[in-house]
């Protein structure tokens, strides 16, 4: 048993069997056969070495055509490997005589050989030949273990998947009814991946390091997804301990979400407005079975990154999609933030999104790219108005960082909505226009701002990193990606006076208020509609529910004498764990 430490980023508890993704070569399962299976072995083998015989005549055959016989030509020496009589009988002794699976068989007799001939030392030609049986160990050991068909999106069974690393994208793409949980070596707390783990309500840790070499695929793996913790080969004890605090973390949240179908007000009569983030129409009904007061952030970006490689959604399939949700939230507001593309979040095979920026969170990602790809943005903005016949909808643009990019988003939503006009479509066409507040010059300038828009809603997950110049998705860089430091406090501060000011309606959708160790925070610094991950709507509910605006207000007062962002998180660690009479570390 072992247990490793990560950055945990979607909370619960899942015990199962690991699926572990390379990113390279293939993984060898170091297993011995019982000695029925040793006819079947043998079988795959030669099934194996067929299958990789005829990809690699097709490649000789397609080479040589396309640019000539002396390139074709090096797919020979491959196949000769393959039509090597000793080599197969010494891999077929392993397995017979060794109980050796087929896969471990061709691991050891491949490593051997190219370890033999590297270590002849005599020119480059010979370490040339120990790269071709690397190689082709590599071929066989892929077609064996079926490597290339683990697709994410198809699991056979209910598995954790444990990889280098998981794009936003491959996330998205998940099997989530197959998925019990996710462990990846990088990636940090404010990363896509780590917000569509929680939306899938799939434990998830990640940052764990270089763990990988030290599972084999099959493993029994614990995660426990508040502590950050990552158990491989748990003993009885260690599986029978978190079952059951499995079964006790179950039955206290489907107690905590029944006693919090109530109006949300704190003790001292303030009403508060919890809403919900979503990236799949489906986490609309979980909106409601929390009795959420509406969508507050619908990230619409993810219907390009679980589109099929080289194919965008159509106006249909956005359309489809918002009615989905309209007919799911009945009459409750459904904020629609228009597609977020670029720096973490790349669609597959798509060119108009470019992947090898050098400063991709800097770069043309969000609201920049709508308005290069006016095509695109149109096509959305027309099923956002053609659906907003069936829902109380908004629309929110991201990425906001100047009021030109503001009215130019309008103007062209005005124009699409013109179009529907004239073409006699109906549309609701007093659209509520809002922005997302993550750039620190919008909230500078947030007072211009208050004249044309219609709401704001914080997102901290940039603000933090373009506030602390911190990646964040960088795990190098995380225990710099604080969302309570206290030059962020202020900055939301600052913007939630202003909006209230104006009186216009300010929520904050970023993973800050995800957490209830910020809810008193945010409640004491004036907010009052809040935007989370579904899951969590009845924790936060619950401490609106016991706290009073005066605790909170003094809360803020202590927290601005604070000077770092650790002082700050412990003392509202220490506040929340007074008021709800827990201890978060148990
Ligand atoms: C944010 O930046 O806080 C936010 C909600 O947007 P996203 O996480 O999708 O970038
Ligand atoms: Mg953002």
Redesign the pocket.
């Known amino acids: 048993m072992k247990t490793y430490q990560g950055i945990a980023v979607s909370s619960g508890i899942t015990i199962g069997a690991a699926m572990v993704l390379d990113n390279g070569r293939c993984r060898i399962n170091r297993r011995r056969i019982e000695d029925w299976d040793v006819a079947a072995e043998v079988i795959s083998l030669d099934e194996a070495f067929n299958s990789v015989r005829k990809q690699l005549t097709e490649n000789r055959d397609s080479v040589s055509r396309e640019l000539g016989n002396e390139y074709g030509q090096i797919f020979e020496a491959h196949l000769m490997i393959l039509a090597d009589k000793r080599l197969r009988q010494e891999l077929e002794t392993y397995i017979r005589e060794q109980n050796y699976s087929a896969e471990y068989a061709v691991n050891v007799v491949f490593e051997h050989h190219a370890d033999l001939l590297r270590k002849l030392q005599s020119g480059d030609s010979l370490s040339e030949r120990a790269n071709d049986i690397l190689d082709i160990e590599d071929q066989l050991l892929c077609v064996l273990m079926g490597v290339r068909k683990k697709s994410l999106s198809n699991l056979e069974r209910p598995v954790i998947i444990l990889a280098p690393s998981l794009t936003p994208s491959e996330t998205a793409n998940v099997d989530r009814d197959n998925v019990l949980g996710i462990g990846t070596e990088t990636g940090g707390l404010?990363s896509?991946t780590a917000?569509v783990a929680a939306a899938l309500q799939s434990p998830a840790i990640l940052g764990i390091g270089q763990f990988l070499n030290e599972v084999n695929d099959g493993d029994i793996v614990i995660i426990d997804g508040k502590k950050g913790h990552i158990i491989v080969n748990p003993d009885v004890e260690t599986i029978t301990h978190y079952e059951r605090e499995k079964e006790k973390a179950h039955e206290l949240r489907k107690k905590l979400a029944e006693e919090t179908r109530v109006p949300v007000r704190t003790i001292d009569g303030a009403d508060i407005a919890i809403y919900g983030?979503i990236e799949f129409p489906y986490e609309a009904k979980s909106c409601m079975e929390h009795d959420a007061a509406g969508i507050g952030?619908y990230?619409t970006e993810f219907l390009y990154l679980a589109a099929s490689p080289n194919s965008l959604p159509d106006e249909e399939v956005h359309f489809n999609a918002y009615k989905e949700v309209a007919e799911t939230m009945k009459d409750r507001i459904i904020t629609i933030r228009t597609f977020?593309l670029g720096a973490d979040k790349l669609p597959n095979g798509v060119s108009f999104v470019n992947n090898a920026e050098r400063n991709p969170f800097m770069g043309l990602r969000s609201i920049r790219l709508s308005l290069r790809n006016t095509s695109m943005f149109r096509k959305q903005l027309r099923a956002i108005l053609r659906a907003s016949v069936y829902g109380k909808f908004r629309i929110m643009f991201?990425l906001i960082s100047n009021i030109v990019e503001f009215r130019q988003a309008k103007m062209i939503v005005n124009d699409v909505a013109e179009e529907l006009y004239e073409a006699g479509i109906p549309y609701d066409s007093n659209i509520p226009l809002g922005i997302?507040v993550?750039v620190p010059s919008t909230v500078i300038m947030l007072s211009a701002f208050v004249r044309e828009v219609d709401f704001f809603s914080i997102?901290?997950?940039?603000?933090c990193q373009y506030t602390l110049a911190v990646d964040r998705s960088n795990k190098d860089v995380c225990g710099l990606y604080n969302t309570d430091d206290p030059a962020l406090v202020r900055l939301i501060q600052y913007a939630i006076r202003v909006a209230d000011h104006y009186d216009k309606p300010i929520s904050l959708?970023?993973?800050m208020s995800s957490n209830p160790i910020y809810t008193m925070l945010l409640l004491g610094l004036g907010l009052r509609h809040f935007s989370v991950s579904p899951y969590i709507i009845p924790e936060i509910k619950e401490i609106c529910l016991k706290v009073s605006l005066a605790q909170c207000k003094e809360i803020v007062k202590k927290v601005f004498l604070m000077e770092t962002s650790r002082d700050i998180r412990s003392f509202l660690k220490r506040e929340t764990e007074r008021l709800l009479n827990v201890d978060f570390d148990e």
């Open positions: 404010g896509h917000i983030n952030l990230r977020d991201p997302m993550e997102g901290t997950n940039d603000l959708c970023g993973q």
